[in-house]
């Protein structure tokens, strides 16, 4: 067991007891750039009925229609660690659409405490498509999950950016649950294959006042910046071309 490790489920136990972290509400405008084109992106959360919620809505610039969105919603909770309580998410139900070619596509998600899985629901697909109609996939053995898409605001309440920022030199585990699974396969290359993957996150360095942390995943790195209040500041994502960035912000080749 790593440093960064203990250092989160003794930030995790403090808040537990004392002072549980409050979890961060937002409302912002970026730009976001793949290589379909250019559009913005707004990215909402908020808490709700002890639920952190998360609203994606992916639009062309010139266009008011939206291309994309995304919901997600984690319970907030607790977990046990052997004699010990510790505050965590928990993955709750979310709706994903996207419009692929003119046609539109939904995966719906929600949890079965009872067997411990996740049921998904398409619409869409093909009706030999694998993934068509009904599923349900088992959770991996592990403490810590986040949907992809609401990964800044799961990271910053599990603790993960404060308890990690200046140990570079450690990782912490965790699942990345993709919430546009199975449609992810489609949009985006060598990854999501699986509903769950195993995930990993590691502080990097302060650059221009902000906090660079990397995500590993499936073999890819994601570059998260934020703000010294761990504010999202920008997501950069290069072996997929895509950038999320402040509005009027470019691209440069020192990112």
């Given amino acids: ?36 084109g250019n559009y913005l992106l707004n990215r909402e959360s908020k808490s709700i009925k002890n639920k952190l919620v998360t609203r994606l809505k992916l639009t062309p610039k010139n266009s008011n229609k939206s291309v994309e969105k ?13 004699s010990l309580r510790i505050l965590t998410l928990r993955p709750y139900a979310s709706e994903f659409e996207v419009w692929l070619e003119g046609k539109r596509y939904t995966t ?6 009872k067997s411990k899985s996740m049921k998904i ?8 498509h694998k993934w068509y109609g009904n599923h349900s996939v088992k959770f991996p053995s592990s403490q810590f999950f986040c949907y992809f898409n609401q990964l800044p605001d799961c990271l910053y309440q599990l603790g993960f950016l404060q308890s990690c920022y200046k140990n570079t030199e450690n990782k912490v585990d965790l699942y990345v649950v993709w919430d546009s699974f199975p449609l992810i396969q489609d949009q985006l290359t060598g990854v999501g294959r699986n509903l769950f ?8 360095r302060e650059e221009k006042n902000n906090l660079l942390y990397e995500l590993e995943v499936d073999g890819q790195i994601i ?19 895509i950038s999320v960035l402040p509005p009027g912000e470019e691209l440069n080749q020192d990112d």
């Avoid at 403090?14 to 379909?36: F, G, I, M, Q, R």
């Avoid at 195993?198 to 502080?203: E, V």
Wanted: hydrophobic share 40%; net charge positive.
């Fill in 1 to 36: 067991m790593n440093f960064c490790y203990l250092a989160i489920i003794f930030f995790l136990v403090s808040c537990s007891h004392l002072n549980p972290v409050t979890p961060k509400e937002a409302n912002k405008t970026y730009s976001y750039v793949d290589a379909s």
């Fill in 70 to 82: 995304s919901v997600t919603l984690s319970q907030l909770g607790s977990v046990r660690n052997k």
């Fill in 108 to 113: 719906k998600m929600n949890i079965d405490v």
């Fill in 121 to 128: 629901e398409t619409d869409g697909l093909p009706r030999d």
């Fill in 197 to 204: 993957s195993k995930a990993n996150l590691r502080f990097d």
């Fill in 223 to 241: 570059l998260y910046y934020f703000s010294k209040s761990f504010d999202l500041v920008k997501i950069i994502w290069i072996a997929q071309g």
